[in-house]
T-cell receptor, first 114, second 110 residues
Framework: GAGVSQSPSNKVTEKGKDVELRCDPISGHTALYWYRQSLGQGLEFLIYFQGNSAPDKSGLPSDRFSAERTGGSVSTLTIQRTQQEDSAVYLC????????????FGAGSRLTVL | GENVEQHPSTLSVQEGDSAVIKCTYSDSASNYFPWYKQELGKGPQLIIDIRSNVGEKKDQRIAVTLNKTAKHFSLHITETQPEDSAVYFCAAFYGQNFVFGPGTRLSVLP
């Protein structure tokens, strides 16, 4: 697609429920990143995918967080047993290839855990 | 690992004045430094970037300077306009990842 597409744009859930957030990167972009942005804060790295290589999961805050990328394109970030501290905007970004390439962000998915 | 600091955290300027935001990084292996602008409710958008083999880059009212020896880089916005009001993030590309500064909230007062 023309840009990075994320869905849903807004998600309100109850504490303890599981949520899935979806990212559709720019067509042909092999690098895909997930970041978390808490209210008024900076961008916290979560996970990085590059082509068919094993993902860099070093930023995932707990084992309740996981992500997959099917067919090297669409990615899904899953948060199990959500907690109130998981409330944040989850941003996805993609880039053309590995290395220092231009990173293009989606509009984000705002998650609110009640 | 890499650490990026950014100052100031908030900046208010009068319309037409210049704004400068400064970032420092810790690892000399970082080689690419983008700047992003984030408006309310939107994702960050790239406004300018610089690679480590260049000292300065300019695009209309926006410029970025890089001092590799001191490990700092700065964003300069001239002739500021109300639409420049946003949060600005600097970043350093390190390893396979982008490390972001904490952001600067710029307000341009009419």
């Amino acid at each position: 697609g023309a840009g990075v597409s994320q869905s849903p744009s807004n998600k309100v859930t109850e504490k303890g429920k599981d949520v899935e957030l979806r990212c559709d990167p720019i067509s042909g972009h092999t690098a895909l990143y997930w970041y978390r942005q808490s209210l008024g804060q900076g961008l916290e790295f979560l996970i990085y995918f590059q082509g068919n290589s094993a993902p860099d999961k070093s930023g995932l805050p707990s084992d309740r967080f996981s992500a997959e990328r099917t067919g090297g394109s669409v990615s899904t970030l899953t948060i199990q047993r959500t907690q109130q501290e998981d409330s944040a905007v989850y941003l996805c970004a993609s880039a053309q290839g590995a290395g220092a390439n231009v990173l293009t962000f989606g509009a984000g998915s705002r998650l609110t855990v009640l | 690992g890499e650490n990026v600091e950014q100052h100031p955290s908030t900046l208010s300027v009068q319309e037409g004045d210049s704004a400068v935001i400064k970032c420092t990084y810790s690892d000399s292996a970082s080689n690419y430094f983008p700047w992003y602008k984030q408006e309310l409710g939107k994702g960050p958008q790239l406004i300018i970037d610089i690679r480590s083999n260049v000292g300065e880059k300019k695009d209309q009212r926006i410029a970025v300077t890089l001092n590799k020896t001191a490990k700092h880089f700065s964003l300069h916005i001239t002739e500021t306009q109300p639409e420049d009001s946003a949060v600005y993030f600097c970043a350093a590309f390190y390893g396979q990842n982008f490390v972001f500064g904490p952001g600067t909230r710029l307000s341009v007062l009419p």
